[in-house]
Each structure stands twice: as structure tokens, then as C-alpha cells.
């Protein structure tokens, strides 16, 4: 069965940095944009950035634009994501995704599979 496995979260110091891994299974990675959303504690998941198949086009929230960067390796079906200069309201539980229509959408429904999630505790 297809898996998404997130791993790379943990705690840091607020302007500093984190990178995310999202290593999948059971699908045909390229053939899907991969996405990666967030949601912190009390709030609603949100759309963070998104990578189409062939990795040339990106699409980010404009909370993260400049400081986030999106990547992928499709050689190890895997999706990254760069964080620098985190931010306190960076705190979040962080999901990878997989959507096989390509469309780099920011609309949580459009994807088919979730990974469980790494967390990610930016401390002042």
C-alpha cells in the first residue's frame, strides 16, 4: 500500500532551521505533485508549499515565501522541505501529501495520501 514517511521535525531555536523528508512507497512518485501542510495546535491545516512531478515549478503560502524551499528526488521518491529563519507561528504538526493530478493545488482534499505527520517546535 502506498506510504508517505515524514521525518526531519523537532525543536529549534526561533531563526533557525529544519529540513523535512518525506520518503514514499507503494506509488509511482513521480507521477504525483507532492505537498506539504501544517496544523498547529487549535487551528486548521494549512497549505504550505507544493512540487509537481518533474520538480520545475513550486508554489508556496505567502507566510513561508523566502524562507521555505520546497525540493524533490524522484530517484528516492523523496520531497523535502527547507526551512530556514523559523518563525514561533512555524510551530505545527507537518504532513506530506500526494496528489496524482499534478495541479500543485493548496486545497488539502485534492490529495490522495498523507503521511502521520513530524512535528516541528520553534522555541524563543
Known amino acids: 500500500q502506498v506510504q508517505l514517511v515524514e521525518s526531519g521535525g523537532g525543536l529549534v531555536q526561533a531563526g533557525g532551521s529544519l529540513r523535512l523528508s518525506c520518503a514514499g512507497s507503494g506509488l509511482i512518485f513521480s507521477r504525483y505533485t507532492m505537498g506539504w501542510f501544517r496544523q498547529a495546535p487549535g487551528k486548521k491545516r494549512e497549505f504550505v508549499a507544493a512540487i509537481i512531478r518533474s520538480g520545475g515549478d513550486t508554489y508556496y503560502a505567502d507566510s513561508v515565501k523566502g524562507r521555505f524551499a520546497i525540493s524533490r528526488d524522484n530517484a528516492k521518491n523523496t520531497v523535502y522541505l527547507q526551512m530556514n529563519s523559523l518563525q514561533l507561528e512555524d510551530t505545527a504538526l507537518y504532513y506530506c501529501?500526494?496528489?496524482?493530478?499534478?495541479?500543485?493545488?493548496?486545497?488539502?482534499?485534492?490529495?490522495?495520501?498523507w503521511g502521520q505527520g513530524t512535528p516541528v517546535t520553534v522555541s524563543s
Open positions: 501529501a500526494a496528489d496524482i493530478r499534478g495541479l500543485g493545488s493548496p486545497k488539502s482534499a485534492v490529495y490522495e495520501y
